[in-house]
């Protein structure tokens, strides 16, 4: 097993070397104000039998979980995924991936959505066939915690008395995002935990040991420095191998990078919404400041990307009008994948949904410059539910993510950056040198729980009144079909009572 832990602090916050203290096998860090991600590399004789046997079906493996509540990005830790649950899969050719569903209902609750992957995940579009680390098959669910997760760890991966393993696994209850990443060519299992601050202080006093002689601890404490290119970002600070190092040592490196902020103090933030009342046709509304709409670079476009669960579905067919995408101050539908039928309900839907890419149109430059906001709105659509009490439904829709694709320099090769992230659901409809420049959500514009899922609720057939309704039609039916055959009877005997006078009558003509 091999760790890495990463402490990247702002430029602002005060650090010095006498913060860190190296004793033999330990490390201590004291009052120290950053993020932190921690990434753990398992190879396969570390992992249980049954997460092995699943992933020998696999020729890839991504998981991509994000906390519903907003934080503080900081480089390199800036791309984003929607809240909840994303995989993304790739089965090995002419194998059976029968194994992976009830894996994902283990480790991360029974709630999952997952037969299989023929029948759950959707296939992924990958428009640009350069970009060779995209998967092919999509999943999300809308998993609120990692609760799960945290006990499968604890009793199938942790020993009964290292407390230092159960007491990692805890950590990830308050991590902001969680990566578990496999491919068939290294054959290990590599799992990256990030939180943008110490969750108990917001100051992190830490030791850190390297319990197990053979175990790989690298520890960085690190600050972004100025670099000399656009396209990269430089890491200044200290490095230690904790159990082989005297000292920490002092670094300094750059490396080009594919995921950038979009710049803060222009308050690149957006907030998303439905327009109320919502109805059955629901509108969600994107808004801006004015001064974000600047692009970072000459070559750039605004997209969101969203993940609708299988309850909300866009109408490709309205969507490919340039006249109504403009009035909704929307440019292009870039990609549509997964369920788009426009007329099934919800309860015959087995695949989890639907995933969009649009490209946001952008106000001119003298829009830019002055306050106020800029808005976009993308129509969806309700799919018909199953009855609940009092008639409401409720169901919970993740907010989108938003950034500026940017064209890099063909010559950069973003695969040396130690902190890539890969596998997002939208980074794979670009080419493999474009740039990311992420928005952060606005912290202060977030739902009553402050959390970043708008919760809808949807007109259905009111269960408490359901048995009535249903023994009223039948009344109704019975009651219409009595009716119609009186008439008919009625109708056969006047015709028969005409028929016999009009035979009467010329008989008596003769």
Not at 7 to 31: E, I, M, W, Y
Not at 301 to 326: C, E, G, I, M, R
């Amino acid at each position: 097993m091999r760790e890495r832990i990463t402490f990247v602090h702002g430029a602002d916050d005060a650090f010095d070397a006498s913060q860190l203290r190296l004793d033999n096998d330990t490390l201590h860090v004291k009052s120290l104000k950053a993020a932190r991600e921690d990434r753990i590399t398992f190879s396969f004789p570390e992992l249980p039998r049954e997460l092995y046997r699943a992933l020998r079906q696999s020729h890839e493996l991504h998981l991509r979980w994000a906390s519903s509540m907003p934080y503080t990005s900081v480089s390199p830790f800036v791309s984003r995924v929607p809240p909840g649950l994303h995989i993304f899969y790739t089965p090995l050719r002419n194998r059976s991936a029968d194994l992976l569903c009830p894996l994902l209902r283990k480790v991360f609750g029974d709630d999952l959505k997952c037969q299989s992957p023929e029948d759950t995940f959707t296939r992924l579009p990958v428009i640009s066939e350069r970009f060779a680390s995209s998967a092919t098959l999509q999943y999300y669910s809308m998993l609120p915690s990692l609760g799960d997760l945290i006990i499968y760890i604890q009793q199938k991966i942790c020993a009964h008395e290292d407390r230092a393993c159960h007491a990692s696994a805890a950590s990830l209850d308050s991590a902001h995002y969680l990566d578990i990443d496999y491919d068939a060519i290294s054959q290990a299992l590599v799992l990256n935990a990030f939180r943008s601050q110490s969750p108990s202080s917001r100051i992190w006093n830490e030791k850190i040991q390297n319990l197990r002689g053979s175990t790989n601890l690298e520890v960085g404490v690190l600050a972004n420095e100025v670099p000399t290119k656009p396209e990269e970002l430089s890491l200044g600070g200290f490095l230690t191998v904790v159990g082989e190092d005297e000292k920490p040592n002092p670094t300094f490196f750059s490396f080009p990078s594919r995921h950038h902020p979009a710049s803060k103090p222009s308050g690149s933030t957006y907030r998303a919404s439905f327009s109320t009342p919502t109805g059955l046709h629901p509108t969600l509304s994107i808004v801006f400041p004015s001064r974000a709409m600047s692009p970072p670079l000459d070559m750039c476009a605004l997209h969101a990307y969203l993940t609708l669960p299988s309850f909300l579905f866009p109408d490709k067919y309205q969507l490919s009008s340039p006249l109504f995408l403009a009035s909704k101050n929307l440019r292009s539908v870039r990609s549509i994948s997964g369920e788009s039928d426009l007329e099934a309900p919800d309860w015959i839907i087995k695949k989890w949904g639907s995933a969009m890419l649009i490209e946001i149109n952008t106000p001119p430059l003298s829009h830019v410059s002055k306050p106020g906001s800029w808005h976009a709105e993308v129509p969806l659509h309700l799919r018909y539910l199953g009855p609940a009490v009092r008639g409401v439904a409720h169901a919970d829709f993740p907010w989108p993510v938003l950034f500026w694709a940017c064209t890099a320099e063909e010559g950069n090769k973003m695969s040396v950056n130690p902190f890539d992230r890969v596998n997002l659901g939208y980074d794979g409809l670009f080419g493999a040198k474009t740039m990311f420049y992420h928005l952060d959500p606005n912290m202060h514009a977030t739902t009553g729980n402050g959390s970043l899922i708008e919760r809808l609720n949807i007109p259905v057939l009111n269960a408490e009144l359901s048995s009535l309704i249903e023994t009223g039609t039948v009344v109704i039916v019975i009651i219409g079909f009595l009716w119609v055959s009186f008439r008919l009877m009625m109708a056969g005997r006047s015709t028969k009572t005409s028929g016999n006078v009009t035979i009467g009558s010329e008989r008596k003509a003769q």
